[in-house]
């Protein structure tokens, strides 16, 4: 370590606070380097247990060497650069870092590094710490809000998107637009009421109190008025969950007015053929 001229007098105080300072440098659960910020270069002189763990080199591997040399930087030159940056600005930060260990083991760090005084001599603390898994639960949940967009943007259903709150349309997929005629921009903010879904203001906050108390609402058959006042029947699903720690609501709207059609069809079909039935004369065949 860097050993710093004191009177006399100030040795007991010293050791008390060397004492202290090692504990927490031994402890600590950040990786911990000291570097030599006289030479341009930052070489190591001292290392907490924390590092050599991360990394798998002795302490007598590490002293001595640069930044470069033990995987943190991918050449000399960064590595150079890097030190150049510290000693101009006395701060470097890296969020998300790549380091292989001396097992040639990718792990992602967070990197900062400041250069303060110690007596009359300048050094370098480094302070490493592994975000491996924070950056893997990042990188799941990017992979996730990719697939559920995926899911969002291509499902053949309308989905809005709702504050759980106040009812308001925070997102919609592009089905909803084709179905309605709104634009995203026209419809972000609205309630249902105002995009033709309810027939009016009270009957939407009726269904948005059921909501909030069940959790669920469900219409078989509901009439529905686009933006260009053309009538379409849908199927009107909603439910309301959890994303994070906000609720949210999601309303699916299903256009059935080709199946209700079908089955206007279906009856009309069966009504004209029973009154054709019962209207023929009885026909009585004997043998």
């Known amino acids: 370590m860097v050993s710093v001229n004191v009177p006399e007098s100030g040795q007991s105080a010293l050791a008390a606070s060397e004492a202290r300072y090692r504990r927490l440098f031994e402890t600590a659960q950040d990786a911990i ?26 302490l007598d591997e590490l002293i001595g060497k640069e930044l470069w040399e033990i995987g943190l930087f991918s050449d000399k030159e960064e590595s150079k650069a ?107 903010g609205k309630e249902l009421w105002e995009i033709g879904l309810f027939r009016d203001k009270e009957q939407s906050k009726a269904a948005m109190e059921q909501l909030q108390e069940t959790g669920y609402i469900r219409y078989e058959d509901m009439p529905l008025e686009t933006k260009k006042g053309k009538r379409v029947e849908v199927e009107f699903v909603s439910n309301s969950y959890m ?37 023929m004369p009885l026909m009585i065949f004997s043998a």
């Open 243 to 279: 994303v994070g720690d906000r609720k949210v609501i999601q309303c699916n709207i299903r256009d059935i007015t080709e199946r209700k059609r079908a089955e206007e069809a279906a009856r009309i079909s069966a009504e004209r053929f029973r009154f054709l039935a019962e209207s």
């Open 33 to 58: 380097l000291i570097l030599d910020a006289e030479k341009r270069r930052g070489t190591i002189m001292d290392a907490n247990p924390f590092v050599i763990d991360l990394l798998g080199y002795s």
């Open 82 to 188: 890097a030190m150049e940056k510290l000693q101009k600005e006395g701060y470097i930060r890296y969020a998300d870092m790549p380091l292989k260990t001396k097992e040639g083991k990718r792990v992602n760090v967070e990197f900062v590094s400041n250069s303060y005084m110690v007596g009359d001599e300048k050094v370098i603390q480094c302070n490493i710490r592994d975000i491996t898994e924070r950056a893997e639960a990042a990188q799941a949940l990017g992979a996730s809000e990719a697939r559920y967009r995926r899911l969002f943007e291509s499902a053949q259903d309308a989905i809005l998107i709702l504050e759980e709150d106040r009812g308001k349309i925070m997102d919609a997929n592009p089905f909803v637009i084709d179905l309605l005629g709104y634009s995203l921009g026209e419809l972000i």
